[in-house]
């Protein structure tokens, strides 16, 4: 059943991405209560501030910087706190840097809001969302990862772009790691139902081959491309979030590629947090669907497990 009546949501972090999320989530109009938590207290404030202001010009929203203990009631707990990712660095690199984070700052979180479902969204997001289900004892179903919604968005606006398409009629995803090792399903990709060998993905002027490599390539290094121009991502992250958030908070049962902790799929062994097509509702994650894959595709997504397993294992939980 969908929330009854005002939802809050706290935010842990208030920085580029955490305050772009609470602004994104200014415009939801079931998210009526928003708490800024933040180790540096005063950018927390000035945000918060900054956000309360905007929010006169859009809709009555309690919005104010708090500690753990402000965050009860919260249905959802967005954690974006972490070390941002240099140039240069992948997102694997931020490892122990981010997990020490994570078990510092969310026990205390627990302890006042329990039952709140969590968003991880610093990276390495996958590894870090079974970091959280780990230290969290929640059900795996209530602890998601932001993982690829953002990923599959970029396929599809790459490809709307060459397809002259709008982007919401375009069905693609990226599974798998949200990172380097990362997997576009192209055997599924269609407009419409329609799939792209039949609508004339090349026009005759590239190789679909070097086509396919090439977006993939765009797909993988956007957050990269835009961190060695602007400093950081923050807007599409936060679009992606107030997505996953209102899917939550309405119960749409909206398919999105969130990362979860995932088992006896695709003949992956063991636990991993990954991202697949989930239904995504009240509960958190409803449910896995497991999209039929190419040959080289599956191989693809069980070595990105492998490698997430690998760094999960080295981490000692």
């Not at 109009?29 to 800024?36: N, R």
């Not at 938590?37 to 945000?47: L, Y």
């Not at 060998?197 to 765009?218: K, N, P």
């Not at 939550?248 to 636990?271: A, M, N, P, Q, W």
Request: hydrophobic share 45%.
């Amino acid at each position: 059943m969908p929330l009854q009546g005002p939802a809050k949501v706290a935010i842990i972090g208030a920085g580029y991405v955490g305050a772009s999320t609470a602004f994104a989530l200014l415009f939801s109009p079931i998210v009526k209560e928003i708490v800024l938590v933040d180790i540096n207290r005063a950018r927390a404030e000035g945000e918060a501030m900054d956000l309360a202001h905007a929010a006169t010009l859009i809709r009555p929203v309690k919005i104010y910087a708090g500690n753990p203990a402000d965050c009860a009631g919260a249905r959802i707990i967005i954690f974006t706190a972490g070390a941002n990712q240099q140039p240069g660095e992948t997102r694997l690199d931020l490892v122990h840097r981010n997990t020490a984070i994570v078990r510092e700052a969310l026990p205390p979180l627990l302890q006042h809001c329990p039952d709140a479902l969590i968003i991880m969204v610093a990276n390495p997001v996958d590894v870090l969302t079974y970091v959280a289900w780990k230290l969290s004892g929640l059900p795996e179903t209530k602890v998601l990862g932001s993982g690829t919604v953002l990923d599959s968005a970029r396929f599809r606006h790459l490809l709307s772009r060459h397809l002259h398409v709008d982007p919401r009629n375009i069905h693609a995803y990226v599974i798998g790691e949200h990172g380097d090792t990362e997997v576009p399903v192209w055997s599924l990709a269609n407009v419409a139902g329609v799939y792209l060998e039949e609508f004339y993905l090349l026009d005759g002027t590239i190789e679909e081959d070097a086509f396919r490599i090439e977006i993939s390539r765009q797909v993988k290094e956007a957050a990269y491309t835009i961190i060695e121009r602007k400093g950081a991502t923050a807007y599409g992250v936060a679009l992606a979030l107030s997505r996953i958030t209102e899917s939550i908070l309405r119960d749409e049962k909206s398919v999105l590629t969130v990362s979860s902790v995932i088992r006896d799929l695709y003949g992956l062994e063991g636990e991993v947090a990954l991202s697949l097509p989930c239904v995504v509702g009240s509960q958190g994650r409803e449910k896995v669907l497991a999209i039929p894959l190419g040959t080289g595709e599956l191989a693809a997504l069980r070595h990105s497990a492998t490698i997430l397993q690998d760094i999960i294992t080295r981490l000692r939980l």
